[in-house]
């Protein structure tokens, strides 16, 4: 069964722009989700979190560049990149805390060992 669903990937130049979109199960309602990376021969790192009451997080690297969002509505997580660079290269995945787990925001919830539920990822490629 299928709970993530991403898309949006893409080859852009640097200082290009993608929006990467995930898709999220009809009957579940994750409030914890995040976005991670990993490129080739490197550890899946995260990038930006989006937990419960909006509260955001982004990892050093991508802050005033990229940001994370919701739509409820569409249950649909964003994740909107601006000025990308060649280091952002990576296969991109959607991943959701465990709904009956309750909820870690902030740093600690970028913890990778916190998500239960991932996406297929989706490939960006940004070329110099």
């Known amino acids: 069964q299928e709970y993530l669903a991403e898309s949006g990937g893409g080859s852009v130049k640097a200082g290009g722009s993608l929006r990467l979109s995930c898709a999220t199960h009809k009957d579940f309602n994750f409030d914890c989700m995040a976005w991670f990376r990993q490129a080739p021969g490197k550890e899946r790192e995260a990038v930006a979190g989006?937990?419960?009451?909006?509260?955001?997080t982004y990892t050093d690297s991508v802050k005033g560049r990229f940001t994370i969002s919701k739509d409820n509505a569409k249950k649909t997580l964003y994740l909107q990149m601006n000025s990308l660079k060649p280091e952002d290269t990576g296969v991109y995945y959607c991943?959701?805390?465990?709904?009956?787990?309750?909820?870690?925001?902030?740093?600690?919830?970028?913890?990778?060992?916190?998500?239960?539920?991932w996406g297929q990822g989706t490939q960006v490629t940004v070329s110099s």
């Open positions: 991943a959701a805390q465990s709904p009956s787990l309750g909820c870690t925001s902030g740093p600690a919830g970028l913890q990778r060992g916190r998500y239960v539920y």
């Open positions: 989006l937990f419960e009451a909006g509260s955001l």
